[in-house]
Structures are given as C-alpha cells and as structure tokens.
Nanobody
Framework: QVQLVESGGGLVQAGGSLRLSCAASGRTFSSYVMGWFRQALGKEREFVAAASRSGGSTYYADSVKGRFTVSRDNAKNTVYLQMNSLKPEDTAVYYC????????????????WGQGTQVTVSS
C-alpha cells in the first residue's frame, strides 16, 4: 500500500513557475514508476509526466515538453514536478500516481493516487 500526498499548487500568473511535490509513504517507493496527471474542469484526466523507478528515464506529454521537469528523490520518497513558463491552459488539478508496471502513459496502469492539488494560471 502506498499513500501519496501532493503539495505546492496555487495561483500563478502566465509565464510563472510552480514546483509540485508528492510525498509517498511506505518503504517500496523505488519499486514504482511515478507519474503526474492533470484534470481540467470538464475534461478527462491526462498524462503529464513520469519518472522511471531510478529517475534515470523521464517521459512527458507533448504539451509540457520543454517547460516541465519531473524528478524523484528515492531517499526522501518524493517525486517533483517543476513547472516553468506556465500557461492558462495548464490550469487543472494535478495528481501524482504510483505504477508498479513498466507502462507509462495510461492512468489505468497506476494503482495509487494522491488527492490532487489545484494549479491555476491567470492570463
């Protein structure tokens, strides 16, 4: 069982930056692929970014590539999402999730989810 708690969301102007954190409980954090998803009002949840178990490989949605950076610290059981050059269309609830498989992009492959943190980007 893994419990995930996100933090770091908030209100920011377009062009600004935010850093999300996701703290995980349990001693098996490094055995999970960690992903970030987001869901805007009235839209489906979508993949944003993911980090492999070691953090050596990272994956991004095209919409955030070059602006967002995912990283993890297995000693601290924490995964991060650094978000730069934010746009109003990045406004959403952001979720971190844990995946015991090697599949990356589908939300159905992630077993554990945090409660989400709101990110609002004003124009």
């Amino acid at each position: 069982q893994v419990q995930l708690v996100e933090s770091g969301g908030g209100l920011v102007q377009a062009g600004g930056s935010l850093r999300l954190s996701c703290a995980a409980s349990g001693r098996t954090f490094s055995s999970y692929v960690m992903g970030w998803f987001r869901q805007a009002l009235g839209k489906e949840r979508e993949f944003v970014a993911a980090a492999s178990r070691s953090g050596g490989s990272t994956y991004y949605a095209d919409s955030v590539k070059g602006r967002f950076t995912v990283s993890r610290d297995n000693a601290k059981n924490t995964v991060y999402l650094q978000m730069n050059s934010l746009k109003p269309e990045d406004t959403a609830v952001y979720y971190c999730a844990a995946n015991p498989y090697d599949r990356i992009y589908k939300s159905r492959d992630y077993n554990y989810w945090g409660q989400g943190t709101q990110v609002t980007v004003s124009s």
